[in-house]
T-cell receptor
């Protein structure tokens, strides 16, 4: 099946710093790719997605580009806020064309004022 | 439009007891997924169900765990004879169709503590 690897955390940044969280994947074909975010005590929420190579997903200032050459989908934000502190999960279908997702281990982001 | 509703939010059980976790999918969603989140680990897929059918249970432990999604009512994840290692957050997600966008909507989770 498909799999995803993301950088371990925690990532600790000051407010307004630049954020990158790395994610690489192994997959058959070209599945959709996702970033989910989990705030403390809550379930996961879809942050952004990309459905084909070279697509850029974006939401709330976060961006990620589907790079098939490097099998990567790195999450970036130009200026983080304290409210961005959360755990971020990279995900893709367990099998291409299948609905069930497999998730990375998650990367905790801590942003200080 | 209510989201995915899970209850109870917190459940405490003693070793050997049974735990039942319930999940009501979003209105119009007919596919339900259960995931388990253990401390220091990611989200692990357990089971995928449609109404009255188990589609994929490859992530379910072979013993003590079962899941159902009846024609009427919520999906139930049942853990019999709980052990301390079952302590985790259990998340339910739903989606409106099998393939396509693959966008899952998650509930807030049920946190099981086994004493």
């Amino acid at each position: 099946g498909n799999s995803v690897t993301q950088m371990e955390g925690p990532v600790t940044l000051s407010e307004e710093a630049f954020l990158t969280i790395n994610c690489t994947y192994t997959a058959t074909g070209y599945p959709s790719l996702f970033w989910y975010v989990q705030y403390p005590g809550e379930g996961l929420q879809l942050l952004l997605k990309a459905t084909k190579a070279d697509d850029k997903g974006s939401n709330k200032g976060f961006e990620a580009t589907y790079r098939k050459e490097t099998t990567s989908f790195h999450l970036e934000k130009g200026s983080v806020q304290v409210s961005d502190s959360a755990v971020y999960f990279c995900a893709l279908p367990r099998r291409t064309g299948y609905s069930t997702l497999t998730f990375g281990k998650g990367t905790m982001l801590l942003v200080s004022p | 439009n209510a989201g995915v509703m899970q209850n109870p939010r917190h459940l405490v059980r003693r070793r050997g007891q049974e735990a039942r976790l319930r999940c009501s999918p979003m209105k119009g969603h007919s596919h339900v997924y259960w995931y388990r989140q253990l401390p220091e680990e990611g989200l692990k897929f357990m089971v995928y169900l449609q109404k009255e059918n188990i589609i994929d249970e490859s992530g379910m432990p072979k013993e003590r765990f079962s899941a159902e999604f009846p024609k009427e009512g919520p999906s139930i994840l049942r853990i019999q004879q709980v052990v301390r290692g079952d302590s985790a957050a259990y998340f339910c997600a739903s989606s409106p169709e099998e393939a396509g966008a693959n966008v899952l909507t998650f509930g807030a989770g049920s946190r099981l503590t086994v004493l």
